[in-house]
T-cell receptor, first 116, second 116 residues
Framework: EPEVTQTPSHQVTQMGQEVILRCVPI?????FYWYRQILGQKVEFLVS????????KSEIFDDQFSVERPDGSNFTLKIRSTKLEDSAMYFC??????????????FGDGTRLSIL | AQKITQTQPGMFVQEKEAVTLDCTYD???????LFWYKQPSSGEMIFLIY??????QNATEGRYSLNFQKARKSANLVISASQLGDSAMYFC?????????????FGPGTRLSVLP
């Protein structure tokens, strides 16, 4: 069964450094998402992406965050200058279907980001 | 305002027994979708079951079923014949038409522990 893949599984970075989290969504999916989950807390929406542009973003997704789909398969989340509070699990998700589709979002296994 | 409420931070169930995990939601939309995800200790997010607001029947998927009470705005997950491998965090999530329904809003989760 096709799945969303995320790399790396764990990233350790010094505070202030840039980090890029990578995702390969399921190939026929059209909508892509990033979520984060701080340890022990609920999953929080960051950004959604469709047709090569951001379609929605949360208050968490400030100017230090950016997303890109550099080619036909990868979907990346960049954090420009990491802070301690960016330490979290970051999930990529994708789904097929139309604008108000009831298709589930399929999640990757996550990247655990640790900021030192 | 909290859109998804899961009032049980933790639940215990004996192996082979059934368990109900509560989820209530808040939306003014007529069209919305409710989803349940399982997050084992390894961290990945696994889609379990979906219920659409217009679905007349409660959703079922193997040992998982939804007790959907639209008037009460609740969508409780029922797991029958619990297994040790069911021990995990369980998240209820909703998609509605806020911001074109692009993202999910997750509840805080319920940690289920299955006892041998």
């Amino acid at each position: 069964e096709p799945e969303v893949t995320q790399t790396p599984s764990h990233q350790v970075t010094q505070m202030g450094q840039e980090v890029i989290l990578r995702c390969v969504p399921i190939s026929n999916h059209l909508y892509f998402y990033w979520y984060r989950q701080i340890l022990g807390q609920k999953v929080e929406f960051l950004v959604s992406f469709y047709n090569n542009e951001i379609s929605e973003k949360s208050e968490i997704f400030d100017d230090q965050f950016s997303v890109e789909r550099p080619d036909g398969s990868n979907f990346t989340l960049k954090i420009r200058s990491t802070k301690l509070e960016d330490s979290a699990m970051y999930f990529c998700a994708s789904r097929e279907g139309g604008l108000l589709s009831n298709q589930p979002q399929h999640f990757g296994d996550g990247t655990r980001l640790s900021i030192l | 305002a909290q859109k998804i409420t899961q009032t049980q931070p933790g639940m215990f169930v004996q192996e082979k027994e059934a368990v109900t995990l509560d989820c209530t939601y808040d939306t003014s939309d007529q069209s919305y979708g409710l989803f349940w995800y399982k997050q084992p200790s390894s961290g990945e997010m696994i889609f379990l079951i979906y219920q659409g607001s217009y679905d007349e029947q409660n959703a079922t998927e193997g040992r998982y079923s939804l007790n959907f009470q639209k008037a009460r705005k609740s969508a409780n997950l029922v797991i029958s014949a619990s297994q040790l491998g069911d021990s995990a965090m369980y998240f209820c999530a909703m998609r509605d038409s806020d911001n074109y329904g692009q993202n999910f809003v997750f509840g805080p989760g319920t940690r289920l522990s299955v006892l041998p």
